[in-house]
C-alpha cells in the first residue's frame, strides 16, 4: 500500500498516512486530486479505480471516505477488507466510532493504523491483538498523564 | 526549581491542547487562516520553553495542522526534541509527527540515527515498537544502511510484538539498502516458522513482496509455503500465499498439479468462513464488505491453472458450478469464466441446464447478457465439439430468445444460422423451430427497445426461406412472414424476409404443380401480389430494391399461370444450388499466380512525406502485414509455426475437425486423400440422451416420443426398416457403446459440412500428420524451445513416459535424477529428433552450469550451438535449486534410422552448497529405439490397400506366444508404444500403419490367435522393419 487518506464528504482530511516519503507539496497535490475525484464519484459506482499507474481502493463510511493507493499487482479486495478492518477497530477503541472521534483524538486513531499497518503492509490480522497493544501504550501514557494529574491537582490548590 | 515547574503549569494552564485547537478552527470557519497563524505564533512561543510536556503539546498540535496543509518543515528540530523525550507519552507523539512530516529531503534526519538506536534497544518493547514504526514511514538508505543491524538483532526479539515490527520493516530496509537482503534472509526465512502467527504472516508478507520482484530466486522456498498453505488457517496469510504461488507458477509449471487440491480445500471451507463472517459482522455496515476475497481469488487461480492442467480442474465442477449461486457478481462471472474450460460432452447438457435456470433468475440485463454469451460460447466451443445433440442446443438457443432486453439477439441469430447450415441432419428440426418463432414473430419483436432480440428473426426467415422443403407448412410460414407486422422491423430484417418470401414461394409452387393444384398455386401468386407492395413502400432501400424487382416477377409468374404454363422448374431454379459456409481463411489458401509479384509498386511509389494516415485503415493494416510477412519471413514463420502447433493441439482433441489431407505428399504424391474433403460421416460415440432435461417442454416431448417411437420400432423390426424422418437410424457397429444407452439410438447422425475451401488450395503444412487420439500430447507451452529447433518443426510428442526402456540413465549419483524424457521426430526435418530430458535435483546442493555431452557416433550427432566443436558439451539453458525439477531438450541429427543406436554421454555439473562448490559429473547411455524415429500419422484403408499392392515393400513377420490381454487393449499398446494408427480392424485383425521421419512407411497386419498374437509387416526398409519388429516382439512380451 502507498498511502491511506480519510477525508469527510466536505472534503476536508481527516487523516493521512504516507508509506512512501514523497515531499510535502507532492503529498498536498496527490490529495487535493484523489479528493477530488473520489467525491465526484456517485454513491452505485465501483469502488476501484486507476488512477495514474495505481489503483485507488475507497470505501464510504457514513460521512467519512477510507481511501487506499495500491499498486497495480496488489489485490482490490484484500484492501477493501483492510480499511474494513481498521474501521472495526476504530469502531471497538472508540466505542461506535464517528468522525468527530477520529477528529479529536486523531493522533489516537494514527497510533491504531500503526499497530496495524506498518510500511504499507498488514502487520498484525488479529483485532484483539492491536487493541491489546495500544491499551498498553496507552497505559503506559497513563504514566505521563499522571503528571497532567498532578498539574490538574495543582491548578486547583491555591497558593 | 519547584517554583519553575509551578510556573510552567501555570503558564500551561492557558495554552491550548489539541482538542481546544480543534474545536477553535471549527469555530473560525470564516476566518480560519487568521486563527491559525494565530495558532502558529503561540505554538512557536510553546516550542521555546523549557518544558517537554509543554513541546510536546506543542508538536502534536503542529501534526494537526500539518493534516490541514501547512507547511511545519520549520518545526523539524523540536520534533526530534520530542522524539528524545524519556517519556512514552511524548515519544509517541514525536515520533508520529516525524512519520508525518519527515521525508528523504529533510535535512534533520540524520540526527535522528542514535536516537533511533537507542530507542531501538529500550527495555520497554512500546518505546522500541514506536520506534520501528516512526521508522516504516522514513526511513532513507543512510538510515537503512546504519540500522540494519540492529533491527536484524530484533528480528529475534523475545517479544513476538518487536519481531513482527522488525520483520515487516525490514522489507522496507530491503528496499532501500538492498545489501542487507542477503544477511538477512536466513534469519527471514527462520521466522516463516515462528511460533507466534503474527510473525509468521509478517515474514509470508515480506516474502511474497520481495518474491513479486523476483520470483526466480524464491522457488526454492515453494515446499516451505505449500506447508503453511494447507496448515495454516489465517486468511491473509493464506492470500498472500496464494498470490506468491501466483507469481511461483510460471516458472515452475509442476506446482499447479499440486496446488489445486489444497485450492478446493480453501473453496470448501470458505462458504463455511463466509456464513460465520456474515453472521458476525457488524450489523450497521453494508453486507458487501463482508465478501471475503478467497473465494474470487480461489477462482481466479484456478482459471489459471485451467490453461495448463485443464484434467485437474474439471475435477472439480460441482464446485465451481456451486459458486454459481455465491450473492457476489464478481465470482459469479468468475466461475463463469471456469465453466468455459470445464465443459465436456458429458456435463454439457447439465451445466447449460444450470446456466439457464440462472438467467431465468439473474436480475439486471449485463449479467443475463454475460450469462447469454457464456452459453453460447460454452456450447460453440472448438467447432461444437461438446455438443452431442444439436435438436437439444436448437431448443436452447430458442429458448434463449424468449429473454427480454438481451443486446446479443445477433449471436444468437449467427449461432442459429451457422448450425444449420452445418449440421445437414438438423435441419429439419431446426426448421419446424424457426417457423414457429416466425409464428410468433410478434411476441419477439412487440415493443421496439427489445429490438436486440429480433435479430433471432433474421436468422429464422433465413432457414425457413433456404430449407423451405423441410417446412411442414410453408403456407402458414409464408403468411406469417407477410404480415403487416413485419415492416416494423429493422431494414436488413425486412430485406432478409422478402428475398426468403420468394424461396418460400418457389418452393411452394413447386408442390402445388406436382400436385396438380394450380388454383392453389395462382392463389399463392395471388397473396404474393397483394402483400409484397407494403414492402415496397419501405423507407428501407434495400427492402424497397428487393421487394419491387420481386413484385414485378410475380406479377410475370402470374401472367404465365393465368395461361397455365408451368413455372415452378423455373422459379426454382432461381434458387438452386445450396449455399455453404465459406472458411475466414480460404482466401490465404488460394495461391498467387504465377508472375503475380504482390510487391511490385503498380505505380510509382508515393514520396515519404505522404502520411500514410491518409488511407483507410484497414488497408493500410493489411499492406502492413503483406509486407511484414515478405520482409520478415523468419519472424513471420515462427508466429505460423506457434499457431499451427496451438491449433493442432485444438484439432487433435476435436472429431468434427476435418483434417484436410491425412496422407504424406512429400515423397509419395500420389497417395490419395484430399478427395476426402469436404464432407465427413460423423459417428458419434457417445449417445444422444438428455437425462431429466427440461430444457424446453417441447424438446422432452419431443425426445420421448422419439424414445417411444424406437421401441415400438424395435418391436416389429422387421415390419418397417426404417424410419421416415432418418430418425431412430440405426447406429453404425463398431462403435464403442456405452452401458445404459446401447438401445438409445442417437437423435440424428450429424455431419458437419466444413467451411468451403478453394478447390486448389494449398495443403497447410504440417498437417499430413495428425496425431491420433493415443498420442499424448505434451503440453507445449511448458517445454522450453531449443534454440536449434526450426521454428517450422511441428512437433509430435512420439512417446511419453513409460516408454519400455527407450533411454538408460546411468543413476550412479544421487544428486541428479533424469526422470522422463521422450524422443521427438518432425516430419518436416526428417534427420531430426528432439530428445527431451527431465532433470530433477534431488540433493540439498544448488545446481548450475549444465552441461550435456555425448560421444557423437557416425550416425547420430548431438547438434550443437554453431562454432563449437565436437567435444564441447552442450548447456542446460537453466539451473536447479535444491528438489526443483526442469525440462531440457536437446536435438540430435540422425543419418541412417533403420537401426537402433545407443550413445555415451555425460552431465556435468556444479553442485554448490554450504561447504562450497564440487564439480561433478553424471554418465548416462541414451538409447534410440527405432520406435522412437516413427510419427503416428493415420492412413486412410485405401491409400493403404495401394501402399500394399504398389509391391516395393519389403516383408517380415513375427510371432509372441502366451498372450492374455484383449485385442483391442493390445492394439492400443502398439499404438501408444510404437506410434502406429490403426487403419482398419476386422474382428481379431488390424491393419496399422506408421511412417517415420525419412519418409519410410510401414504397415503391420496383427492377428491375433487364441493365445497368440502374429504380427506381418511391411515397410520400404527391410532392416528398420526387422527392427521395428524386434521391438514390438519385446513390448507384447510383456503383455
Known sequence: ?159 | MALKMVKGSIDRMFDKNLQDLVRGIRNHKEDEAKYISQCIDEIKQELKQDNIAVKANAVCKLTYLQMLGYDISWAAFNIIEVMSASKFTFKRIGYLAASQCFHEGTDVIMLTTNQIRKDLSSPSQYDTGVALTGLSCFVTPDLARDLANDIMTLMSHTKPYIRKKAVLIMYKVFLKYPESLRPAFPRLKEKLEDPDPGVQSAAVNVICELARRNPKNYLSLAPLFFKLMTSSTNNWVLIKIIKLFGALTPLEPRLGKKLIEPLTNLIHRFSVSVLISLSSGMPNHSASIQVCPLKYLGLLAMSKILRTHPKSVQAHKDLVLQCLDDKDESIRLRALDLLYGMVSKKNLVEIVKKLMSHVDKAEGTTYRDELLTKIIDICSQCNYQHITNFQWYISVLVELTRLEGTRHGHLIAAQMLDVAIRVKAIRKFAVSQMSALLDSAHLVASSTQRNGICEVLYAAAWICGEFSEHLQEPHQTLEAMLRPKVTTLPGHIQAVYVQNVVKLYASILQQKEQAAEPEAAQEVTQLMVDRLPQFVQSADLEVQERASCILQLVKHIQKLQAKDVPVAEEVSALFAGELNPVAPKAQKKVPVPEGLDLDAWINEPPSDSESEDEKPKAIFHDEEQRQAKQRQPEADEEELARRREARKQEQANNPFYIKSSPSPQKRYQDVPGVEHIPVVQIDLSVPLKVPGMPMSDQYVKLEEERRHRQRLERDKKRKKKKDKDKKGKPRRHGSLHTESDDDLAPAQQVDIVTEEMPENALPTRGSPCSPSPHVLQVPVSTLCDPPTLPPEAVRLCTSVTGTPEPLVWGQANPDLALQTYDIQGSLQKDSQVTVSVVLENQSSSFLKNMELNVLDSLNTKLARPEGSSVHDGVPVPFQLPPGISNEAQFVFTIQSIVMAQKLKGTLSFIAKNDEGSTHEKLDFKLHFSCTSYLVTTPCYSDAFAKLLESGDLSMSSIKVDGISMSFQNLLAKICFHHHFSVVERVDSCASMYSRSIQGHHVCLLVKKGEKSVSVDGKCSDSTLLSNLLEEMKATLAKC
Open chain 1, 1 to 159: 500500500m502507498q498511502f491511506m487518506l480519510l477525508f469527510s464528504r466536505q472534503g476536508k482530511l481527516r487523516l493521512q498516512k504516507w508509506y512512501v516519503p514523497l515531499s510535502d507539496k507532492e503529498k498536498k497535490k496527490i490529495t487535493r486530486e484523489l479528493v477530488q475525484t473520489v467525491l465526484a464519484r456517485k454513491p452505485k459506482m465501483c469502488s476501484f479505480l486507476e488512477w495514474r499507474d495505481l489503483k485507488i481502493v475507497y470505501k464510504r463510511y457514513a460521512s467519512l471516505y477510507f481511501c487506499c493507493a495500491i499498486e497495480d499487482q496488489d489485490n482490490e479486495l484484500i484492501t477493501l477488507e483492510i480499511i474494513h478492518r481498521y474501521v472495526e477497530l476504530l469502531d471497538k477503541y472508540f466505542g461506535s466510532v464517528c468522525e468527530l472521534d477520529i477528529i479529536f483524538n486523531f493522533e489516537k486513531a494514527y497510533f491504531i493504523l500503526d499497530e496495524f499497518l506498518l510500511g504499507g503492509e498488514v502487520q498484525e490480522t488479529s483485532k484483539k491483538n492491536v487493541l491489546k497493544a495500544i491499551e498498553q501504550a496507552d497505559l503506559l501514557q497513563e504514566g505521563g498523564a499522571e503528571a497532567e494529574g498532578e498539574r490538574e491537582s495543582l491548578k486547583q490548590t491555591p497558593y
